[in-house]
């Protein structure tokens, strides 16, 4: 499989990069997969990823917000976490997108929790407020079906 580069632009300027596996990549729609290292605790631990797991990433070009799927290792799903974004960019060998700080935590037994929203800078510029609020209502408001077509899209790489 192809490498990727997914490129996460922080509001103050810096850049966090993963090299993940390529998966699908369209003009307007990518699925990376990326190998989770050391455990990793989201949501103040209500989702674990032990070493081992993976972490799906789908990035849309057209959509206010980006989903992961976190599995085991054996592909058992372990939760959804869907990311406010903006300015995301797709192309062949990089994904990359600006993280407007909230982030929306789906769970499989259909618990959301919303996190980092003290995070978000006073001054957003107005154009990412707006898109950061649309992510906000998708996540929260369809969480469900985020979370289903984000298994559906990854189903056929293992993920159960």
Known sequence: ?????????KLDGRVQVYRCQGLVRGPRF???RYRVQAEVAL????LRAPAGSWTYGLFWADRPYNVYLWTDAAGGRLGAYGNAAGE???AEGAVEWLDLELDVLILPDGRVAVLD????????RPELRVELSAARQALVASAGTVRAEAEALTRPFGVR
């Open 1 to 9: 499989m192809p490498t990727v580069e997914e490129r996460k632009r």
């Open 30 to 32: 990518a699925l990376v």
């Open 43 to 46: 949501g103040g631990g209500l």
């Open 88 to 90: 995301t960019r797709i």
């Open 117 to 124: 929203e003290e995070l978000v800078p006073e001054d957003l």
